[in-house]
């Protein structure tokens, strides 16, 4: 059985656009395109807006145009900290000798990377979020 093809709001050209010439572009760059596009949608839980049958896709320019916006952001908050899965993020003491982790506080039952600051306030002040944003925790 095939894996489910995701959902993505923005594309390799849109990530180039987003971060200008010269910008170092993360090594896994689709694969981080994937997971920015589902922390968007969990984050976007709630919203409504038009999609097209086939793709699942926005099929207002606005609505598409805010997610893809809110994914480049994603993924350079994602590449910042260095964290694509968001898990470094859970712990904040690792031993490896002894193999010793102690769970970060807040972090218990973290579903999805954290959701970053930029695309946070995408999504808010475009008024696509309903309620709180759902930041992955």
């Known amino acids: 059985m095939p894996l489910p093809t995701p959902r993505v709001y923005a594309t390799t050209a849109d990530y180039m656009q987003y971060v200008g010439d010269g910008a170092v572009l993360p090594a896994r760059l689709q694969y ?72 970060a506080a807040g972090t218990a039952g973290m579903a999805l990377p954290p959701l970053g600051p930029q695309p946070m306030l995408t999504l808010m002040n475009a008024g696509a979020l309903p309620t709180a944003p759902q930041s992955g925790r």
């Open 32 to 103: 981080q395109l994937q997971l920015a596009s589902a922390v968007i949608d969990f984050a976007m839980t709630g919203a409504v807006y038009d999609t097209d049958p086939a793709t699942q896709l926005p099929t207002d320019p606005d609505v598409a145009s805010m997610m893809c916006l809110a994914v480049c952001q994603q993924v350079e908050f994602q590449s910042d900290v260095d964290d694509d899965t968001g898990t470094k993020a859970r712990f904040d003491q690792v031993s490896l000798s002894g193999v010793s982790m102690h769970r």
